[in-house]
């Protein structure tokens, strides 16, 4: 997919840090753009990127990648299962 976290492996301790750049640019791009309508349509993401925000504008770039990557597991989790998206309950 296009965002792809880092991997550090050692003493059977899985540890995943911050998102490399090996995915697709366009796809990243294309996300992030998405991404921003989800944030405005849906509360539970608008939530999220709040929380991961803090209110900080030097975090806007950082929470919006972690809620794209929240996007991107929620819409493999869709195609995956066939359902719809239906927010939060």
Same mark, same amino acid.
């Given at each position: /997919?296009?965002?792809?976290? +880092?991997?550090? +492996? +050692? ?6 840090? =911050?998102?490399?750049?090996?995915? @697709?640019?366009? $796809?990243?791009?294309? @996300? ?7 944030? %405005?349509?849906?509360?539970? /993401?608008? %939530? ?5 925000? =803090?209110? %900080? ?6 929470? @919006?990648?972690?809620?794209?990557? =929240?996007?991107?597991? $929620? /819409?493999? +989790? /869709? @195609? ?10």
């Amino acid at each position: /997919m296009a965002y792809i976290p +880092s991997q550090d +492996s +050692s003493a059977g301790k899985n540890r995943l840090g =911050h998102i490399t750049k090996q995915g @697709l640019a366009a $796809v990243r791009k294309l @996300l992030c753009e998405g991404d921003w309508q989800v944030i %405005r349509r849906c509360p539970e /993401m608008s %939530r999220k990127f709040d929380k991961t925000c =803090h209110g %900080r504008q030097d975090r806007r770039k950082i929470a @919006l990648v972690a809620t794209a990557r =929240h996007l991107s597991c $929620v /819409m493999f +989790s /869709m @195609l995956k299962t066939d359902e719809v998206y239906r927010g939060a309950a």
